[in-house]
């Protein structure tokens, strides 16, 4: 038998009418998350590209005739004059990402056990099962608008903020693995050559099975290098997703939707999965 | 001499390593015709260009980090801002702990449930002081 006077049940759909209706126009957060979640998996498995734009060069030394390779490495020590700076860079972006990630996830919030406990102690207070359903229901519905409606705000404020110096940063990134790093692994790839080619002039014709085995070890030798220069495009593809998916995020941020949002970041968070794995393959 | 911009500096590693292209192949092309001494100048030439074009490719990524420092600078600002506010968030937390047995000490009154309300109240003041 319920106690609960029946205005209180008539406040309390009303209540709960009022706040469904306001839930139907908020936003479900969590492709923001998985946007933010993907781009940081990628940023996490880059510093080993970002390291090997000068090791690249220190492989080039190996392939440099002996009176010359000391001078080769001392070449490679410009390089690096950037690297902390390139591996911080990337570490913002990383932060960044993740923050985006937490701000947007459900996860943040822990309810607590008082809470779990609402039903049982609603209970002993006197109502009902209907009325502890609903009453629990409610709460957490008011909890989740409250808490959904900050996130938003803190979210929009964030993305407003940052759009620009995401475009720079990731534009930034994006040229120095994609023009940088690649030109330095044209320049390995010059040097295998060099290298192979050389002997083989000078030896294949005396040695033709030594001939056969330093053209095997040529052909992995340039595979290795296709292979970081795949991960080096791929890399460039993930900023570009980056870049794409945070100004989607940053002219929507007034009216997002989950619907909307799908439906935008789509696009970019599957490109980021292919690409990711491209690098992953090169640097795992 | 004006400083070079970080496009310019990638551009002229771009062109070293053509060239260095350029004086490698021509060192196999002409590989018969060359004397030894003369395919020795060819790639010390050729490794020469390649350095080069490697320090083009430094000063380039260099002068890109160098540029994005405001960028960094204000990026961290914002993440900083946004990890307060997850924070913030978390506190929530313990709101919502009250809330929970303000909601529960509510119920209790409107129900007329006077050892119910009683042990809600000793709750509230548990979840506020706690």
């Known amino acids: 038998m ?145 808490i959904g409606g900050y996130r938003r705000k803190e979210l929009g404020k964030l993305v407003g903020e940052t759009n620009g110096d995401i475009q720079t940063l990731t534009l930034a990134l994006k040229k120095v693995v994609s023009v940088g790093y690649a030109t330095e692994l044209d320049l390995e790839e010059e040097a295998t050559k060099a290298f192979y080619e050389t002997n083989l002039k000078e030896h294949a014709k005396q040695e033709p099975l030594t001939a056969l085995l330093v053209k095997r070890r040529w052909a992995d030798d340039l595979d290795g290098v296709q292979k970081r220069k795949s991960a ?53 | 001499m004006a400083k070079l911009s970080a496009d310019q500096a990638f551009e002229l590693a771009d062109r070293f390593h053509d060239i260095s292209v350029s004086v490698g192949n021509y060192r196999f092309d002409q590989w018969d015709n060359l004397t030894p001494s003369q395919r020795k100048r060819l790639e010390d030439l050729q490794w020469t260009l390649m350095n080069y074009s490697s320090d083009f490719i430094a000063q380039a990524i260099y002068l890109i ?16 801002e946004a990890n307060d506010a997850i924070a913030k968030i978390k506190t929530v937390s313990k709101v919502i702990v009250i809330g929970a047995a303000a909601t529960v000490l509510g119920a209790a009154i409107m129900s007329g449930n006077a050892d119910g309300a009683l042990k809600a109240a000793e709750d509230l003041v548990q979840a506020v002081t706690n």
């Open chain 2, 65 to 80: 980090v160098d540029d994005l420092q405001g960028s960094l600078k204000r990026i961290t600002d914002a993440t900083s």
């Open chain 1, 2 to 146: 319920s106690y609960l006077p029946k205005s209180s049940n008539l406040k309390t759909g009303a209540l709960f009418l009022a706040v469904s209706f306001l839930l139907a126009a908020c936003v479900d957060l969590s492709e923001v998350g998985e946007f933010a979640a993907l781009s940081e998996t990628a940023n996490a498995s880059f510093p080993g590209l970002v390291t090997d734009i000068q090791d690249s060069c220190e492989r080039r030394s190996n392939y440099a005739p002996e009176d010359k390779h000391q001078e080769v490495l001392l070449h490679c020590k410009n390089l690096s004059t950037s690297k902390d700076g390139l591996l911080q860079a990337q570490q913002v972006l990383l932060n960044y990402m993740e923050a985006l990630k937490n701000l947007s996830s459900d996860k943040t919030v822990t309810y607590g056990q008082k809470l779990d406990a609402l039903p049982d102690a609603l209970s002993k207070a006197g109502l009902d099962d209907n009325q502890v359903k609903a009453t629990t229901g409610l709460a957490k519905i008011l909890i989740d608008a409250a």
């Open chain 1, 232 to 284: 080096a495009l791929a890399y460039g593809k993930v900023m570009d997703s980056i870049a794409r998916g945070h100004q989607k995020l940053y002219d929507s941020r007034d009216r997002w939707s989950s619907e909307e949002l799908v439906k935008q970041l789509g696009p970019e968070i599957s490109d980021i999965y292919k690409s990711t794995q491209e690098v992953y393959k090169a640097f795992r």
